[in-house]
């Protein structure tokens, strides 16, 4: 503010350094997204690394006409979304019966689950059904780190030894013929 002049540029390295180090990092910016939504701060990250970029690209516009980043990468992108939750919901007893019968296999009680566990389960098998375009490797691991995030300390080996049985189960079947 004490400079003698300024210009575009130059106001969006102030956005950027003032974003970057003092709002994004406010804990009263935290705690006002939480009040709204348990869910924010897990996308804060995503969200403040968008206004970042898009800061950056104003920078670089000079007199072109200055667009926001894209909400998804592609039409693909933005249909998978809604696309899995829809398939997992709409199969949920069918996904919980491979699971179930995947715990007896292992003599693991079924009732003994954690709930976010059976929700992430179910969620993988969605995925590996009904996404050929997705290796069954990439899914094991993305589970796997939703696990060891949301669930017990104990979630992620827990999933990922189960997602092998029933990636086995489902190729064994028929059901997937991907890698």
């Not at 249909?79 to 007896?104: S, T, W």
């Not at 590996?128 to 939703?146: G, K, R």
């Not at 080996?157 to 049985?165: K, S, V």
């Amino acid at each position: 503010m004490a400079a003698p002049s300024t210009d575009f540029a130059n106001d969006c390295e102030l956005w950027y350094s003032l974003f970057k180090n003092i709002i994004v990092e406010s804990d009263d910016l935290a705690e006002s997204l939480e009040s709204q939504s348990v869910y924010w701060n897990d996308d804060l990250t995503i969200m403040g690394s968008f206004v970042l970029k898009t800061i950056k690209q104003f920078a670089h516009s000079e007199d072109k006409p200055i667009s926001l980043l894209p909400k998804f990468k592609d039409i693909e992108d933005e249909r998978f979304g809604p696309k899995l939750f829809e398939d997992a919901i709409r199969n949920q007893a069918e996904y919980r019966e491979m699971i179930d019968a995947c715990l007896v296999e292992s003599k693991w009680d079924p009732d003994r689950l954690a709930f976010m566990d059976i929700v992430i389960l179910e969620t993988a098998i969605a995925e590996l059904i009904n996404f050929e375009s997705i290796p069954t490797l990439v899914t094991i691991n993305e589970y796997t780190e939703i696990a060891n995030y949301y669930s017990t300390p104990k979630s992620g080996q827990f999933i990922t030894g189960l997602l092998y049985a029933i990636i086995n189960n489902l190729k064994k079947d028929g059901i997937i013929v991907k890698e």
